[in-house]
C-alpha cells in the first residue's frame, strides 16, 4: 500500500506550476483593465490545481494498467511500480476531477459566466481521455495541443472572462503560458521517447524523432519571448519577464546538448520554473500597466 508520501509524489507536484502559470496571467490581466474580483481568481486556481493533479492521476492510472509505466525515468507510478492498486488510483483521479467540477460550477453560478460548463466539462472529458479509454489521443501525438488549449488558451482566458472580457493583452499571456506549458510536456516525451516507442505509444515526440523535438522544445519557448514583446505594447512592464530568461539556460542546455534519460530531469523540473516566473511576471508586469 502507497504511503501518503507516495501518493504526494504520484500526484507530481512538480506539474502543478502548469496550473498556477495561466491563472496568475489571467487575473493580472484583468487587474490591467481595472476589473478584478480576486475571489474569481482563488477559485479558478482551486480549480486548475484540482484539475492537473487528476490529470495525473489519470496518467498514472491509464499507462499503469498498459504497462507503458514498468520501466520510467522520473516521478514514483504508482500504478506502473505496483504501489497502489488501479482502481484507487482512478478513484483518486475522478475524486479530483468531481471536486474541481463542483468548484468551477460555483465559479460560474457566482460570474454567471455560463459557456464556461460545456468548456469546463470539455476539459474534465480531455484530461481523462489523454491517455484513457480505448484510443488515447496523447497516444496518437495529441497531447500538446490538448495542454496548449486546456492549461494555455481556457486557463488564462477563462479566468479573465470570469471578470472582464479578454483582451489583447490577456491572448498574448495565454498563448505563452501554452506554448511553455507544451514545452514541459515536450521534455517530458522527449525523455520518454524509448520506453514510449518500445510500448506503441506514438507521442508527438515519437513521431518527429528526438533531433525534430529538440528543436520543437527551443521554438515553444521562443514564442514566449515573442509573446512577451506584443504584450509590452500594452503595458511596458511586461518586459519584466525577461529578468526570468536565465531560469530556462540549463533546461535549453540538456535539450539542445542532448541529454537522455535522466539528464532530461532538470529540463523538466527548470522549464516549469522558468513558466511559473515568466507568468508572474508578466502579471506583475500587466498589473503596473493598469489601465
Not at 158 to 169: C, D, E, F, K, V
Not at 226 to 236: K, Q
Amino acid at each position: 500500500m502507497a504511503t501518503l508520501s507516495q501518493w504526494i509524489e504520484g500526484a507530481r507536484p512538480r506539474t502543478l506550476p502548469a496550473a498556477v502559470s495561466p491563472i496568475l496571467v489571467g487575473t493580472g490581466a484583468a487587474y490591467q483593465t481595472g476589473h478584478i474580483v480576486w475571489a474569481y481568481a482563488v477559485l479558478a486556481l482551486v480549480v486548475a490545481l484540482a484539475l492537473q493533479v487528476g490529470v495525473n492521476f489519470a496518467n498514472d492510472y491509464s499507462d499503469g494498467i498498459r504497462g507503458t509505466d514498468e520501466v520510467r525515468v522520473g516521478p514514483v507510478r504508482l500504478v506502473g511500480q505496483r504501489l497502489a492498486a488501479p482502481r484507487s488510483v482512478k478513484i483518486a483521479a475522478f475524486a479530483c476531477f468531481f471536486f474541481a467540477g463542483l468548484v468551477g460550477l460555483a465559479l460560474v453560478a457566482l460570474s454567471g459566466l455560463w459557456v464556461m460548463i460545456p468548456i469546463g466539462a470539455a476539459a474534465i472529458v480531455a484530461a481523462w481521455y489523454y491517455t484513457g479509454g480505448k484510443r488515447p489521443y496523447g497516444y496518437l501525438g495529441l497531447g500538446e495541443v490538448f495542454v496548449f488549449v486546456f492549461f494555455g488558451l481556457v486557463a488564462t482566458l477563462g479566468t479573465m472572462a470570469t471578470m472582464t472580457p479578454p483582451t489583447a493583452a490577456g491572448w498574448w499571456g495565454a498563448i505563452g503560458v501554452g506554448a511553455l506549458a507544451s514545452a514541459i510536456l515536450v521534455a517530458n516525451n522527449l525523455r520518454d521517447i524509448p520506453t514510449d516507442r518500445e510500448h506503441g505509444k506514438r507521442t508527438l515526440a515519437v513521431r518527429m524523432g528526438e533531433s525534430g523535438t529538440r528543436i520543437f522544445y527551443v521554438v515553444l519557448v521562443a514564442v514566449a519571448f515573442v509573446m512577451t514583446g506584443l504584450a509590452s505594447f500594452t503595458s511596458p512592464w511586461a518586459l519584466l519577464t525577461l529578468l526570468a530568461a536565465p531560469l530556462v539556460i540549463r533546461p535549453m542546455q540538456a535539450v539542445v546538448g542532448r541529454a537522455t534519460g535522466r539528464g532530461l530531469i532538470p529540463a523538466l523540473a527548470g522549464t516549469g520554473q522558468f513558466q511559473l516566473a515568466w507568468s508572474l511576471l508578466l502579471a506583475v508586469g500587466l498589473a503596473l500597466g493598469r489601465a
